[in-house]
């Protein structure tokens, strides 16, 4: 039941009409017996609706495309992970006070986990794309102690500059989006562009991917997903991200783990 109690929390960003989170997080505070609800919050201002959170006492929000980097200034403090990414996904209120946290590398962390259990770490590993996205499953890749990754960008410059964030954690070799050397030697491709968002669009050419299993963190199903699985490669969508993601994030406003079962069924049709 909602009454004056009710705690509030939300996603903020812009488009964000297409999210699954309000429904998730929602449905998780329902089987949790927790008095609060979830909702969206589309924002053309970030200052304002940062300022809007403490005004208005909401409890924790998610943060999306394209404001993860820019709330990095606005919060009162950042936490130490998201501080190397330059990037939060979630911000909890405490009194007034604003903690900012990263918990999409560890979105990818769970879905590495579920997916891949054969030994990767000494795997030849392509990553598509130089962005924030990019930079979250590089640093999940350094936690998870593999030594180093091809990272294949359309801008050289954008891939370099990345490659310096992780210099101390990660050996990272630029190369371009389509490296047909790169990408017919790879053991996993991770696609962490934009390209792909859009239907009917993909990043690279399919025809050069000899044996690679391919991720694309795109939780619906890509034309990249599609055309790898009718190659007969593996192919895994963000689904298992999105939901890892957002188990964190949960924890952090509520204390609670989320049962992952319960998720995947609240998601439905989505999964796919
Ligand atoms: P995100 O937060 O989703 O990572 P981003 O930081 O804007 O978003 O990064 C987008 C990534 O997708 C970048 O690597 C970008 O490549 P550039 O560095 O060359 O801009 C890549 N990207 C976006 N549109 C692309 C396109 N049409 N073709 C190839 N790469 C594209």
């Known amino acids: ?24 997080h929602s449905e998780m505070f329902k089987a949790y017996g927790i008095n609060a609800i979830y909702t969206a919050f589309e924002t053309k201002d970030i200052k304002s609706a940062i300022d809007g959170i403490r005004a208005l006492d909401i409890k924790g929000v998610n943060v999306t495309v394209p404001y993860k980097e820019d709330v990095v200034q606005l919060v009162d403090k950042v936490d130490k992970q998201a501080m190397i990414l330059k990037a939060i996904n979630t911000i909890k209120n405490e009194n007034g006070y604003l903690i900012g946290y990263n918990t999409d590398y560890l979105g990818f962390m769970y879905l590495l986990k579920k997916n891949m259990k054969e030994n990767y770490i000494s795997k030849r590993i392509a990553v598509l794309g130089a962005g924030g996205a990019a930079k979250s499953i590089i640093f999940a890749l350094s936690k998870l102690n593999v030594n180093s990754v091809f990272l294949l960008n359309r801008t050289r410059e954008n891939a370099l ?112």
């Open 161 to 272: 500059k990345t490659e310096e964030i992780f210099k101390n954690l990660i050996e990272i070799e630029v190369s371009d989006l389509n490296d047909k050397d790169v990408i017919s030697s790879s053991d996993i491709i991770i696609n962490c562009t934009s390209v792909g968002l859009k239907e009917g669009q993909i990043p690279i050419d399919i025809n050069y991917v000899d044996k690679a299993v391919i991720i694309d963190i795109i939780y619906k199903d890509s034309l990249l997903i599609k055309r790898a699985r009718s190659k007969n490669l593996r192919a895994i969508n963000g689904m298992d991200m999105f939901v890892g993601q957002a188990l964190y994030s949960f924890e952090l406003f509520s204390g609670i783990k989320f049962d992952m079962n319960l998720a995947y069924k609240v998601l439905g049709d989505n999964k796919r």
């Open 1 to 24: 039941m909602i009454n004056a109690d009710t705690k509030v929390y939300g996603i903020i960003g812009n488009p964000i009409r297409h999210s699954l989170s309000p429904q998730l």
